[in-house]
């Protein structure tokens, strides 16, 4: 089955440090998402990137479909950024049924 | 727009009982989706609906899981006699195009 490895498995930085997260995937992605999970639980679309590079605000997502990885850029982070990021992959080209990595934990300090 | 809405927002049970969670989707939206998310991993899908239909639900431990959507609407998760390893947190979300999904806060549930 389709396998979404994320790293870090944790991320804590200062308030202001930049953070790079990696998505990297076993078989060619039709869709990639990252997602954000509040520490309460609820899970919000940040991006949607299966190819290339989009900007949102402070965050720039990179994947490169060859590679099967993708990246997510958070730009002079703040301690409201704090929380689980997951990305989530599809294949199916038809019938949306994403796979999703285990996350990657950061803590912004103010 | 009311987002989706789930209940209860926590269950703790002991091993053997069975439960129910609900879900309300977005107005309109017709694929809705239930994930069960173990602490520290990922959501992974248990069964997804286009209307009332199941569209795939191969990943439900048909044994004791069962989820319908009789009216192409609200949907009920039951889980018939719960064990340890289905502690988990369990997220509705639903979709207007099966591409972008909306999530709910999800039910925590602790078995016992």
């Known amino acids: 089955g389709q396998q979404v490895q994320q790293s870090p498995a944790s991320l804590v930085l200062q308030e202001g440090e930049n953070a790079e997260l990696q998505c990297n995937f076993s078989s060619t992605a039709t869709q990639l998402q990252w997602f954000y999970q509040s520490p309460g639980g609820s899970l919000v679309s940040l991006l949607s990137?299966?190819?290339g590079t989009k900007h949102t605000g402070r965050l720039t997502s990179t994947t490169v479909t060859k590679e099967r990885r993708s990246s997510l850029h958070i730009s002079s982070s703040q301690t409201t950024d704090s929380g689980t990021y997951l990305c989530?992959?599809?294949?199916?080209?038809?019938?949306?049924?994403?796979?999703f990595g285990k996350g990657t934990s950061l803590v912004v300090h103010p | 727009e009311a987002g989706v809405t789930q209940s209860p927002r926590y269950a703790v049970l002991q091993e053997g009982q069975a439960v129910s969670f609900w879900c309300d989707p977005i107005?309109?939206?017709?694929?809705l989706y239930w994930y069960q998310q173990p602490r520290d991993q990922g959501p992974q899908l248990l069964v997804y609906?286009?209307?009332?239909?199941?569209?795939?639900n191969s990943q439900l431990p048909s044994d004791r899981f069962s989820a319908v959507r009789p009216k192409g609407t609200n949907s009920t998760l039951k889980i018939q006699s719960a064990k340890q390893g289905d502690t988990a947190t369990y997220l509705c979300?639903?979709?207007?195009?099966?591409?972008?999904?909306?999530f709910g806060p999800g039910t925590r549930l602790t078995v016992l």
């Open positions: 609906f286009r209307d009332e239909a199941v569209i795939d």
């Open positions: 107005s309109g939206h017709d694929t």
């Open positions: 989530a992959i599809d294949r199916t080209g038809g019938n949306y049924k994403p796979t």
């Open positions: 990137n299966p190819s």
């Open positions: 979300a639903s979709s207007p195009d099966s591409m972008k999904q909306y």
